[in-house]
T-cell receptor
Framework: GENVEQHPSTLSVQEGDSAVIKCTYSDSASNYFPWYKQELGKRPQLIIDIRSNVGEKKDQRIAVTLNKTAKHFSLHITETQPEDSAVYFCAASPSNSGNEKLTFGTGTRLTIIP | EAGVAQSPRYKIIEKRQSVAFWCNPISGHATLYWYQQILGQGPKLLIQFQNNGVVDDSQLPKDRFSAERLKGVDSTLKIQPAKLEDSAVYLC?????????????FGEGSWLTVV
């Protein structure tokens, strides 16, 4: 089955600086890569996703890059703000019909220092 | 649009007791998932339904966990008997099937503490 590794497990950055979280996956059949943000005691919420037919996707201060050859993808947050503090999870999934099973990484606790 | 609804939000039980969690997915979502999230870890899939059929239950501890989705809408997850290591948040999630079906939406979770 799929195995997703995520680094670092904790990350502290000064407000206004950039944060980068990296993930690797093992199953070459995976072609959907979402990122979830989870605040303490809350549900995981999708913040951005990328499919294997593109190498990069951007949404305001958040961007995700994908390297299918190397089987890794990264989350980039620019101009970080205190409200970006949360746990971030990457995930990978095949997208065969009826089987969009997500395998999650172990999470990165991001702390933005004011 | 209403989100994924779960109940109860919190439950404390003694080991060897039983517990059941309920989930109502987003209207029209054919695929329903139950994930287990142990504190400090990422969610782990327990079982995936497509309508009322099981697609994947390979990581469900079937000696104590069971789940059903009888009419292809609501679902229940049961644990009997509970063990201390079952303490976790049980997240229900749903998604559409088909081309746009990959976006998975989570409920707020049911927090279980086994003492």
């Amino acid at each position: 089955g799929e195995n997703v590794e995520q680094h670092p497990s904790t990350l502290s950055v000064q407000e206004g600086d950039s944060a980068v979280i990296k993930c690797t996956y093992s199953d070459s059949a995976s072609n959907y890569f979402p990122w979830y943000k989870q605040e303490l005691g809350k549900r995981p919420q999708l913040i951005i996703d990328i499919r294997s037919n593109v190498g990069e996707k951007k949404d305001q201060r958040i961007a995700v890059t994908l390297n299918k050859t190397a089987k890794h993808f990264s989350l980039h947050i620019t101009e970080t703000q205190p409200e970006d503090s949360a746990v971030y999870f990457c995930a990978a999934s095949p997208s065969n019909s009826g089987n969009e099973k997500l395998t999650f990484g172990t999470g990165t606790r991001l702390t933005i220092i004011p | 649009e209403a989100g994924v609804a779960q109940s109860p939000r919190y439950k404390i039980i003694e080991k060897r007791q039983s517990v059941a969690f309920w989930c109502n997915p987003i209207s029209g979502h054919a695929t329903l998932y139950w994930y287990q999230q142990i504190l400090g870890q990422g969610p782990k899939l327990l079982i995936q339904f497509q309508n009322n059929g099981v697609v994947d239950d390979s990581q469900l501890p079937k000696d104590r966990f069971s789940a059903e989705r009888l009419k292809g809408v609501d679902s229940t997850l049961k644990i009997q008997p509970a063990k201390l290591e079952d303490s976790a948040v049980y997240l229900c999630a749903s998604s559409l099937e088909g081309h746009s079906g990959n976006t998975i939406y989570f409920g707020e979770g049911s927090w279980l503490t086994v003492v």
